[in-house]
């Protein structure tokens, strides 16, 4: 009874594999094909050791028009090779740096906010506590955890984040923003899932940040909650860092 949606959800990802990887196949099959047909078409005698085996076989000439065969494999090969050193390589280290920045400054606004949301809870905000707070895991047991109030340290949060603290969020907001528009702008995000979230946390952020000191305390501290806590209304709470997960894969 259950083999046909595990089978639809093993196709999906099939399919979203294939989505990804069907240039860099095609690419490898049209240089192995490409490979293969300048070797026959050559009119260099084969190697000694390979004579006599069904290597000879394979790359026996053509009958008729092995130069103007050579000529259009040697041409794949080389556009191929020109294609790798011109545009894969250099996009490739693009994507590279690009990602590494845009993890860097996540980091740096997981980081700020903490502070704030531990000077709204007590007061204080310890370089330590808030360096161990960076994970998911350590989040969610500290804020859930009884507070001097009485309740949670979340809902201490809550009731203490004060105007400088929000103005202070909505910075780093803003900042993480920018960041993630340039990157949409400068590279191409293949993966249709990591392109929509990518979409869906820059207009959550443009929403918090637009509505500055204004903006609802719930709205706000929902989503934080959300990203640094690892809590998603569909999965549940994860053990993972799902930004990270998704920034990793851009």
Aim: glycine letters at 8%; hydrophobic letters at 45%; one cysteine or more.
């Amino acid at each position: 009874m259950n083999s046909t949606p595990q089978h639809s959800g093993r196709g999906r990802v099939f399919a979203k594999w294939a989505r990804v990887h069907v240039l860099g196949g095609a690419l490898w099959a049209l240089f192995g094909i490409s490979a293969l047909l300048m070797f026959k078409a050559s009119e260099e005698p084969l190697a000694g050791p390979l004579r006599t085996t069904w290597i000879e076989t394979v790359l026996t000439p053509f009958p008729v028009g092995n130069q103007i065969i050579f000529n259009m494999a040697t041409g794949v090969l080389v556009s191929q090779v020109m294609y790798v050193l011109v545009v894969w390589l250099p996009g490739h280290a693009k994507r590279k740096r690009i990602r590494k920045n845009l993890k860097h400054h996540y980091a740096l606004f997981k980081e700020q906010c903490i502070y704030q949301l531990l000077f709204a809870s007590n007061g204080v905000g310890d370089p330590k506590v808030v360096e161990e707070l960076a994970d998911i895991n350590k989040f969610r047991a500290y804020f859930t955890a009884v507070g001097p109030s009485g309740g949670e340290k979340w809902y201490d949060v809550m009731n203490g984040l004060e105007a400088q603290h929000v103005s202070a969020i909505v910075v780093e907001l803003g900042i993480l923003a920018e960041e993630l528009k340039y990157t949409l702008a400068a590279i191409d995000v293949g993966d249709d899932e990591i392109y929509a979230f990518l979409k869906r946390l820059s207009r959550a952020i443009v929403v918090l940040r637009d509505g500055s000191e204004n903006s609802d305390i719930k709205y706000l501290t929902n989503f934080l909650w959300e990203l640094f806590a690892g809590w998603s209304i569909v999965t549940g709470y994860q053990d993972g860092d799902f930004v990270l997960d998704r920034l990793d894969k851009i």
